[in-house]
């Protein structure tokens, strides 16, 4: 069973970092690609970063949708069976809850590749962490 807790979230000013964590059970973090997904009230779940399965031989895929590229970094300490999701300059817009979801495709697939979306592909989900940025 997939099981996951987020932590980190809290309230920033526009402009600040947080490092936001998601701490995996139940599984071998290192054999399935991780997404980070957010939602903001009234609006649909989105994916916004993922990482690729750390098991291979080549290093793990990172991608980010647009509206976090260059501001939000993704990493994953295995051995911790951690992930996390380190952001910077952050801007009211990120206000959202944050969860980390498992691709279960990925598991047992060829490469380390990972994708985004969408929502409804993904299960397992924890509680979630709020991060709100306001000044």
């Known amino acids: 069973q997939l099981q996951f807790v987020e932590s980190g979230g809290e309230l920033v000013q526009p402009g600040g970092s947080l490092r936001l964590s998601c701490a995996a059970s139940?599984?071998?973090?290192?054999?399935?690609?991780i997404v980070w997904f957010r939602q903001a009230p009234g609006k649909g779940r989105e994916g916004i970063a993922c990482?690729?399965?750390?098991?291979?031989?080549?290093?793990?895929?990172?991608n980010y949708i647009d509206a976090v590229k260059g501001r939000f970094t993704i990493s994953r300490d295995d051995a911790k069976n951690t992930v996390y999701l380190q952001m910077s300059d952050l801007k009211p817009e990120d206000t959202a809850v944050y969860y980390c979801?498992?691709?279960?495709?990925?598991?047992?697939?060829?490469?380390?590749?990972?994708?985004?979306?969408?929502?409804?592909?993904?299960?397992?989900w924890g509680q979630g962490t709020q991060v709100t940025v306001s000044s």
């Open positions: 139940g599984f071998t973090l290192a054999s399935y690609a």
């Open positions: 990482a690729g399965r750390a098991d291979t031989r080549v290093d793990f895929a990172t």
């Open positions: 979801a498992a691709d279960r495709s990925s598991n047992g697939s060829p490469g380390s590749w990972c994708r985004t979306g969408p929502a409804t592909d993904f299960d397992s």
